[in-house]
């Protein structure tokens, strides 16, 4: 198929919403959001003006990693609903133009799917080769150095008489790639969820699935980089293997199967834009991969224009580079990049909705939620359980706060939530749906004027003028204009008229000048 031909695919200038399914709506009272809370808040998606929802895992689990232990991946998860529930929001999703991604963790299954029931029954057993088991290390300890992602040795002895590896926790073994079966087991999964009308899937950890054939100890880490190691080793046997490519061939192969196409948006978890890119392939891998350096990113003019261009310039020719700064695992980007600061906030959102190729947004950065402080006593992933205040998943993942009644409009009154509400909660959707100068109205603008200007297509992108404290770039059609200082800037490069503004204040700053943290959108001159 020639990719010149070919209509752009939707995702080209789309913007794709992450809803952490546990905590968007609630409609049966048990204290978690559900898919019948997405259905009935399709509307209010629909008005915001997405192209996409991504579903945090949907399928049956036993939740030591909130459904990124999967134990069916073929079923819903009965505290979110039924399959007819998700065949429903798909067909209701779809009649107002959105599409449905939902999540697949390849990368490992939960130590309840029959799969590992039945590995773990003996060495003989039928999916004994489907897991990495591994004899113990000469000193009868694990077979090798690898650590967990909680900092505890990663191999976890069995009474059958071998470790068996997790990356994760203990309760999530890692699938062994070398394995034939295990190909077959999810193109078969992947065709069950494109059958029914899924858009596509996020790929968790899909830099990982492959590990070393041989097992060999990781080297010691000599950077603070989360992306190229953690606990002091450097993710070099047990991530990021060369054979992992091989999958996506296959999987982009099916995806193109499909019409439209279907999407692969991979959890690629690497330090750098080269490394980004490989998962791309020459067109012929993932679709699209997460760009984490930039989520990392300090927020400064500098750093962002390098890190687009260097993106930019790394990807396949016509590759669509991805952007967001919130997600369920780094916490919220009104709280990392902007301090809680409206004027940051509405500054941040300018940007990822006029970079170009793909924007994620993740439930409440539209009304500029912050992280929560969740007390020890309230958490619930078990991961971070003990971590210090800052740097536990809980933060980013409390229920939306939609209105200021009792249980926020997220559940029934009285309902104890399964996370603490934003207490209380200083942003709310219905605080902001009508007041033209809230942050959620100004970010519904964006998309609006995200989809007109730059829908469809990859706008060609320049960087104008980078200073220490302004930032200004050309995508497509429009120009950018951004001051990250807390003082009136100049604007750095040739504008036309002002499309939109950030800044809630309506006096204008002065003639050629930004307001302090205010980004503004104008045609190209
Ligand atoms: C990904 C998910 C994270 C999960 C991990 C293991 O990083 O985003 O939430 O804990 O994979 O599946
Ligand atoms: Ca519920």
């Known amino acids: 198929m020639s990719h010149a031909q070919a209509a752009p695919p939707w995702w080209h200038g789309a913007v794709i919403y992450q809803l952490y399914v546990r905590s968007w709506r609630d409609t049966n009272d048990d204290g978690y959001g559900d898919l019948r809370g997405i259905i009935d808040g399709l509307d209010y998606l629909s008005w915001l003006g997405v192209d996409a929802i991504w579903l945090s895992p949907t399928m049956p689990s036993p939740d030591d990693d909130w459904g990124y232990d999967v134990s069916d991946y073929t079923g819903v998860h009965p505290e979110l609903g039924t399959l007819a529930d998700l065949d429903e929001l798909i067909a209701e999703a779809g009649q107002r133009g959105m599409r449905v991604l939902l999540d697949l963790v390849p990368n490992h299954t939960s130590s309840a799917h029959p799969w590992f029931i039945d590995a773990a029954s003996g060495r003989a057993a039928a999916h004994r080769g489907y897991y990495v088991w591994a004899d113990a290390g000469p000193d009868g300890g694990p077979p090798n150095n690898w650590l967990d992602f909680t900092g505890h040795p990663a191999w976890q002895w069995h009474e059958s008489g071998q470790y068996y590896l997790h990356n994760f926790l203990a309760g999530q073994p890692d699938l062994n790639w070398w394995e034939p079966a295990v190909h077959r087991e999810f193109a078969r999964i992947l065709e ?81 834009a080269q490394q980004l890119a490989a998962y791309y392939g020459d067109h012929d891998e993932l679709q699209l991969g997460f760009n984490f350096p930039f989520a990392f990113a300090d927020f400064e003019p500098a750093r962002l224009a390098a890190l687009v261009e260097q993106t930019l310039a790394a990807l396949p020719p016509g590759g669509c580079p991805v952007w967001m700064g919130s997600n369920h695992d780094l916490g919220r980007f009104p709280s990392r990049w902007c301090g809680g600061d409206e004027r940051k906030i509405r500054l941040a959102l300018l940007v990822l909705a006029t970079l170009p190729g793909t924007s994620v947004l993740y439930y409440g950065d539209e009304i500029g939620m912050t992280d929560v402080n969740v007390p020890v006593a309230l958490r619930r992933d078990h991961a971070t359980l003990e971590l210090e205040g800052g740097a536990d998943r809980d933060r980013a993942r409390t229920p939306m706060p939609w209105n200021g009644s009792p249980g926020g409009g997220f559940t029934g009154p009285g309902v104890t939530p399964w996370l603490p509400m934003a207490d209380p909660p200083d942003h709310t959707v219905a605080g902001q749906r009508d007041d033209p100068d809230s942050v959620l109205s100004l970010c519904r603008r964006l998309l609006a004027l995200r989809r007109a200007e730059l829908g469809g297509s990859l706008a060609d992108f320049e960087n104008l003028a980078v200073t220490e404290g302004v930032w200004a770039y050309r995508t497509g059609s429009v120009i950018v204009a951004a001051n990250f200082t807390g003082q009136p800037a100049e604007i750095p490069a040739a504008t036309g008229e002002v499309l939109l503004s950030t800044s809630a204040e309506h006096a204008p700053p002065g003639p050629g000048l930004l307001r302090p943290w205010e980004g503004i959108i104008t045609r190209c001159v």
């Open 192 to 272: 069950f969820w494109f059958d029914r009308g899924v858009a596509g899937f996020r790929v968790d950890v899909a830099n990982g699935l492959y590990k070393d054939a041989e097992l060999r100890d990781n080297p010691p880490l000599h950077s603070g980089n989360p992306m190229e190691g953690a606990w002091g080793l450097r993710f070099a046997y047990n991530f990021n293997r060369p054979e992992v490519h091989g999958v996506y061939r296959d999987w982009r192969k099916i995806t193109e199967g499909y019409s439209p196409e279907r999407l692969l948006l991979g959890e690629t978890w690497v330090p750098d």
